[in-house]
């Protein structure tokens, strides 16, 4: 009997986890579109529509009532669970906590970027406004009639010479406002999604070596010894961010590209982490050597982080990785949800917003004949360098010509450079034996074998 009621529940979880996956999506749809509704397609530095932001904060409500609604039920209708279950359960207690926490500090940010946009209204400070739109937005592409595509459009000075001393004060100021709600915003972004559970097929299509996955010169720069410079980093791998000047740095999708390797090497790196630090607690004989490698991945981890925070800083527009969207799909954690779609509409706004201060200083500027000093330059590289990028270089020659040579030698016997399959390294990441982790660890050691599968 008792093994009956188990098969029944067993049976039961993948539609109930079916249904929570459900609700998380219509809990993040609602928020998205209450977030649009009040800022539009192409957010504008000009007062809101006081009815337009009530509308949208009544649904924003509902849907964080929806969703500790959703979460509540969730949480009785699991009567007895099993030891999985309540992890499981406890990890939704903390996302909704994590609900209660962050929800009124996102409101609170976006009641800034509200008053940002107050800031500019045709009456403030007793004048008329310094800049005005003549339209909410341009169309770009078009389509039987349906928009594809749309841009901000271009804000109009009202007087020839540029903005007053005083309007100019006031938009650098608010344009610190804004860069402020994009930094909080995207910090609750980046932790609602991580908060997420991975899914075992993402980490599955892992491979063993990181270094494959990032190339030869970023994981040197990653664990290189002294102190980690990610801004210097991100100059010299030519990602300057969105709002360069300079058409020769990276774009959007290169950013994302990056961002993708460097969760997909953090990842393995993780695991290498875990298990050298359980080789590590079995060894009773502590040497000079003990915790070297564990304290080598971990400074790897904590310089990608970095690295990876300051990306996400250059390229607010950036798209989903493909373990964010992974994440999101099979998200069922309503709280989540939540968090993420909101957090994730005001870095989007906040971004929006921000360039459109940038289109006013440029029409500034250009009023009084000179460069915008707002917007990004790329930063003059040093000798130091140009040090780091000769001798990451000469690494990267180096270890291709090893990768070459040994698939020459392999090929010259009539092996192939996986055919020793049958060593333990061969297999995958999440299925490693105790043997496996002990040979792994022992000669896998910083990624150093190029062949490694």
């Not at 990610?230 to 994302?256: H, I, K, N």
């Amino acid at each position: 009997m008792e093994s009956s009621s188990v098969d029944v529940d067993a049976r039961a979880s993948p539609a109930r986890d079916e249904t929570s996956v459900v609700d998380a999506r219509v809990v993040a749809a609602t928020v998205e579109r209450a977030c649009d509704d009040a800022w539009g397609v192409v957010p504008l530095l000009r007062p809101l529509d006081v009815k337009t932001i009530d509308a949208s904060r009544r649904a924003l409500d509902d849907a964080r009532a929806r969703a500790r609604r959703v979460r509540g039920e969730r949480e009785r209708s699991v009567s007895m669970p099993s030891h999985g279950e309540s992890e499981r359960a406890s990890e939704r207690e903390e996302s909704g906590a994590m609900l209660d926490e962050h929800w009124e500090y996102l409101r609170a940010l976006e009641r800034q970027l509200t008053n940002a946009t107050t800031t500019f209204a045709e009456d403030a400070d007793g004048d008329e406004g310094s800049f005005a739109y003549e339209a909410e937005y341009e169309v770009v592409r078009e389509w039987n009639g349906t928009v594809l595509e749309y841009r901000a459009p271009e804000p109009v000075l009202r007087s020839k010479s540029g903005l007053s001393e005083r309007a100019y004060k006031k938009l650098t100021g608010t344009r610190q406002w804004i860069r402020g709600v994009s930094d909080g915003a995207r910090r609750v972004w980046l932790l609602s999604v991580e908060a997420m559970p991975t899914p075992k097929a993402w980490q599955s299509s892992l491979d063993v070596n990181a270094k494959e996955i990032i190339g030869v010169r970023l994981y040197n720069e990653l664990s290189a010894d002294g102190r980690f410079d990610a801004e210097a980093l991100a100059d010299r791998e030519t990602y300057w961010g969105s709002d360069v000047t300079d058409e020769g740095g990276m774009s959007d999708l290169d950013a994302v590209t990056q961002l993708d390797s460097l969760e997909k090497a953090e990842a393995i790196w993780s695991s290498k982490l875990k298990e050298q630090q359980t080789i590590d607690s079995f060894q009773t004989v502590k040497g000079w050597s003990h915790g070297s490698r564990s304290k080598a991945l971990t400074k790897r981890l904590r310089n990608s982080s970095t690295y990876r925070k300051v990306l996400y800083a250059r390229y607010p527009n950036v798209e989903l990785t493909s373990l964010q969207q992974m994440k999101i799909q099979r998200n069922d954690d309503v709280a989540l949800a939540a968090l993420a779609a909101y957090s994730r509409c005001l870095v989007r706004v906040a971004a929006a917003l921000g360039e459109r201060a940038l289109d006013i200083f440029d029409a500034h500027h250009e009023a009084l004949g000179e460069e915008n000093p707002h917007r990004h330059r790329p930063r003059a590289l040093g000798l130091t360098d140009y040090m780091y990028m000769g001798t990451n270089k000469l690494s990267e020659l180096t270890y291709d010509l090893g990768k070459f040579t040994i698939s020459s030698s392999l090929g010259v016997v009539g092996l192939g450079p996986r055919s020793c399959a049958a060593s333990p390294a061969a297999n995958h990441l999440a299925d490693r034996s105790p043997a496996t982790i002990h040979y792994a660890s022992d000669t896998d050691d910083s990624d150093v074998e190029p062949l490694s599968p």
